[in-house]
């Protein structure tokens, strides 16, 4: 008989003892064979051929071998051929369909070729003849163990590629997931769809706890039953527990026998878990939560597989972190949509068509539409017919998808019909697969603007008409009448017509000033005040007043505008800045001028513009009946004053009255830098302006002194406006009025 025994997968080499299998697991064998004796040999030979622990299970009849088959399990089946009732083959057929993998040698004393080849096509594993002596059994145990090694490998890789198909259904699955949680359910139900879990559930770490927050599976409640800690306490010992604390998987290989699991056993052993594991979700130094695993087969979780399991949680964990983070853009960018400042929408494309898919808060606000009113309409039913054809029939949506920047005029039509100026931006919207589904559109309002602009074309065109058509005749009549009076001297309606002509003039000059500074600084330049200030100083009729520049300081500025604010406030301050009125000229000539009245004194600081005419007291400068100072009106002649205009001569100072301090020559203006370096100031030290009359002064034309254009401080207010600074009228350190700047750009030279 030919050696057909080699066929089996065991070499010449191996049968003479010369290959070793190395089995690193313990072997369970079950013999069938109806001679005890037979079965006791093979056993011991078993125990002393193979370098692990053996345990061998007997039986006499293939019917006992079969329901032994089914109640436990074993790593290999060794028979006899002649057995009663149903011979080695016919048990192989029905272990084949009970165990399609196992491996079955047939051991029989009984050996030809015919046996052999019925075997091979019966598919047994091998085929080993009984012979006298030991050789027969040694052989035996050597296919026995390669063939056992031979299907832990087989089993192994089937097992690997069965959990990396788990894992790799499942990693798609989370990729495919919208947020988070659609992420942690999509993980739980491909788990527990697979053939080797029967229940996946995912937690999420809140304090000493684990909260559930998706599971699937064989479940039944088993979460409801159930409490998870992350500390020491035994509701912490489990392998969720344990995984929080170490941050490493953790198994639990028996769940009957671990006492680990006590607090949960009874549940889970309801449920047919056998096994479990918990596997920490990290990505990034943080920790999202803990994934968790049941099978129904005791240790189903070795090394290699938890080993797998955690590079699904590091897989899972960069999922839901780029879901969180995607999460936290897309609220982001619902917030900034929603509170935009100017108004968004997005449309859909519907047959070439922009439709509304949504709409911010600022656009139904403008427009007057409750948001259900907007949404799903076409964008076209906001629009007047000329924006229409511009967005339709001009191609201005088609040319907003292809990524073509759109940014054009739309007037859009408000609830009660107002017609709503925009500057439209447009961008092409896509969806998650990057196909264009519509556009996001941005409605910036410039009715305000278009209006702002039309004020000032009509304020240029009242400038042009002031300068030109007033200003001109003006300086005419001015002329003649002062070529009149050096021909008639002593002529009052002349001297009238030259005081009044000269008022208009101041009138007109300060007009200009207030339209043509009222308008926004562009660009400045490094100014130093304290120099500025001496400069201004120089310009204006301060008769003996003295300044004090105290402001070391370099301000960003248009210096033309700073030096006309100074120069305002400078007049400002000398010629109100004292208790006395102005002196009326006594037309009799009397003795009995007026004496000096402190009925309203404190009115004197009020508001003061352009300052008196020269006429005023240019004939009283030598008459004994001059008027004495008059205080009646004393603070309305401080309130406003400020134009650019000329000034009284220097024979004009009797008309303004000694300083707080006593005499004229006493009054000090101080130009200094604020404590907290925001800004400077400009204060006198004069009568100052009572706390009632402080709201006024900065208004246009506003004065108690009728010889003032009003208009002074509303020039100084305008420059300052004009900076993007802050004034305020407060009271001086010595009393008098105090001008303090905020808000300017200043620093140390």
């Avoid at 699991?261 to 990505?283: I, K, M, N």
């Avoid at 007037?411 to 017609?419: H, I, P, Q, S, W």
Wanted: glycine share 8%; aromatic share 4%; proline share 5%.
């Amino acid at each position: 008989m030919s050696r057909r025994e080699g066929d089996f997968g065991e070499s010449d080499e191996a049968e003479r003892g010369g290959v070793d299998v190395d089995l690193a697991d313990p072997v369970r064998a079950l013999v069938v064979d109806d001679d005890p004796e037979t079965a006791d040999v093979v056993g011991r030979h078993l125990r002393q051929g193979l370098a692990v622990d053996v345990t061998v299970a007997a039986e006499e009849t293939g019917r006992a071998g079969l329901a032994r088959l089914e109640a436990d399990r074993f790593d290999a089946m060794v028979a006899d051929y002649r057995m009663s009732r149903i011979d080695g083959l016919e048990l192989l057929d029905r272990v084949r369909k009970l165990r399609p993998r196992l491996p079955f040698i047939l051991f029989t004393g009984r050996g030809d070729e015919d046996l052999a080849s019925r075997a091979i096509s019966a598919g047994v594993t091998d085929y080993v003849p009984k012979t006298p002596g030991t050789e027969a059994y040694e052989l035996l145990a050597r296919r026995l163990a390669s063939a056992v090694a031979r299907r832990r490998a087989e089993h192994e890789v089937s097992d690997l590629n069965s959990i990396n198909r788990t894992i790799r259904k499942t990693t798609q699955r989370a990729v495919e997931a919208d947020g988070r949680s659609g992420i942690e359910r999509a993980v739980c139900r491909s788990l527990a769809d697979s053939d080797r879990y029967l229940f996946a559930w995912l937690g999420r770490i809140d304090g000493d706890r684990v909260v559930p927050a998706a599971q699937a599976g064989a479940e039944a409640g088993y979460l409801d039953d159930i409490t998870v800690r992350t500390d020491g306490s035994p509701a912490g010992c489990g392998p969720a527990g344990r995984a929080a604390r170490t941050g490493e998987p953790q198994a639990t290989t028996n769940i009957r026998e671990d006492p680990n699991f006590e607090p949960w056993r009874t549940a889970a052993v309801e449920r047919g878990y056998a096994s479990a594991a918990s596997v920490p979700l990290e990505f990034d130094d943080t920790r999202y939560g803990l994934l968790n695993v049941y099978a129904e087969q005791a240790d189903a979780f070795d090394d290699r597989e938890l080993d797998v399991l955690e590079e699904l949680g590091t897989t899972v964990a960069h999922a839901i972190h780029r879901a969180t983070l995607t999460d936290r853009l897309e609220d982001q960018y619902e917030t900034l949509f929603e509170e935009s400042p100017v108004m968004a929408t997005t449309t859909r494309d519907e047959n070439g068509e922009p439709v509304v898919d949504s709409c911010n808060r600022l656009f139904i606000e403008r427009l007057g539409y409750d948001r259900a009113e907007v949404v799903g309409r076409p964008l076209a039913d906001f629009y007047t017919a000329d924006s229409v054809v511009k967005l339709l029939e001009q191609a201005g949506y088609d040319r907003a998808r292809s990524g073509e920047f759109a940014e054009e005029r739309r007037t859009l039509v408000a609830d009660d019909g107002e017609r709503v100026e925009t500057l439209l931006r447009a961008v092409p919207r896509e969806d998650e697969t990057g196909d264009v589904v519509g556009t996001l559109a941005l409605y910036v309002d410039i009715s305000e603007r278009e209006r702002l602009q039309q004020e000032n074309e009509r304020l240029d065109e009242f400038t042009s008409v002031v300068s030109h058509d007033l200003r001109n005749p003006l300086t005419v009549i001015k002329g003649r009448a002062e070529l009149a009076s050096k021909t008639h001297d002593d002529d009052e309606d002349i001297d009238a017509i030259v005081e009044a002509a000269g008022r208009m003039q101041e009138l007109v000059d300060d007009l200009l000033d207030l339209a043509r500074h009222g308008r926004s600084v562009e660009t400045t330049e490094p100014v130093e005040l304290s120099s500025l200030a001496a400069d201004c100083w120089e310009l204006v009729d301060t008769d003996a007043a003295t300044l004090d520049p105290r402001a070391d300081l370099v301000v960003a500025a248009d210096e033309p505008r700073l030096r006309q604010l100074l120069e305002n406030l400078f007049r400002n301050a000398v010629e109100h800045g004292s208790t006395s009125s102005r002196p009326e000229a006594d037309d009799t000539g009397s003795e009995n001028a007026s004496e000096p009245s402190v009925a309203n004194a404190p009115e004197d600081a009020v508001e003061h513009g352009s300052t008196s005419p020269p006429s005023q007291a240019r004939e009283n400068t030598g008459s004994e009946n001059a008027s004495e100072p008059s205080v009646a009106n004393a603070t309305e002649d401080a309130v406003e004053h400020g134009s650019t205009s000329s000034r009284p001569e220097a024979d004009d100072a009797p008309e303004h009255g000694p300083p707080a301090g006593g005499s004229p020559d006493g009054l000090t203006v101080t130009v200094g830098g604020l404590d907290d370096a925001e800004g400077f100031y400009v204060e006198d030290d004069g009568t100052g302006v009572p706390p009632s009359a402080r709201g006024d002064v900065f208004e246009p034309g506003h004065s108690t002194d009728r010889d003032n254009t009003g208009f002074g401080l509303s020039i100084v207010e305008g420059v300052a406006e004009s900076h993007g600074w802050t004034v305020e009228l407060t009271e001086g350190t010595e009393g008098g009025a105090r001008f303090e700047f905020r808000g300017v750009d200043a620093e140390l030279p």
